[in-house]
Nanobody, 122 residues
Framework: VQLQASGGGLAQAGGSLRLSCSAS????????MGWYRQAPGKEREFVAA?????????YADSVKGRFTIARDNNAKNTVYLQMNSLKLEDTAVYYC???????????????WGQGTQVTVSS
């Protein structure tokens, strides 16, 4: 499956951004989907995941209550990450990921999209 992320950019602290990731080349509803991020000088870290049907979600503690992951399994085949109450420490390159299994998705997903830069300024 091929993943294409978009929606990154510059936002002020306290503001919002929405990332999108469109999938092609596979049956979208066969995959759990998620987001990771990598800040400068740091390792890539898990941010959020959503199950095949969207009925189960998982978040890193650092984003709980601020970020929301959602998916459209119909014509759009897209997963979204709504980011609210942004903080300076949310600045990172955000990567979309997919895996047939949600447990694996939250550690070592099989498929990765290209990154999209999110920069939060004061």
């Amino acid at each position: 499956v091929q993943l294409q992320a978009s929606g990154g950019g510059l936002a002020q602290a306290g503001g919002s951004l929405r990332l999108s990731c469109s999938a092609s080349g596979g049956t979208f509803s066969d995959y759990a989907m998620g987001w990771y991020r990598q800040a400068p000088g740091k390792e890539r870290e898990f941010v959020a995941a959503i199950s095949w049907t969207g009925g189960t979600t998982s978040y890193a503690d650092s984003v709980k209550g601020r970020f929301t992951i959602a998916r459209d399994n119909n014509a759009k085949n897209t997963v979204y990450l709504q980011m609210n109450s942004l903080k300076l420490e949310d600045t990172a390159v955000y990567y979309c990921a997919a895996d047939p299994t949600m447990v694996v998705l939250t550690s070592t997903p099989d498929y990765w999209g290209q990154g999209t830069q999110v920069t939060v300024s004061s």
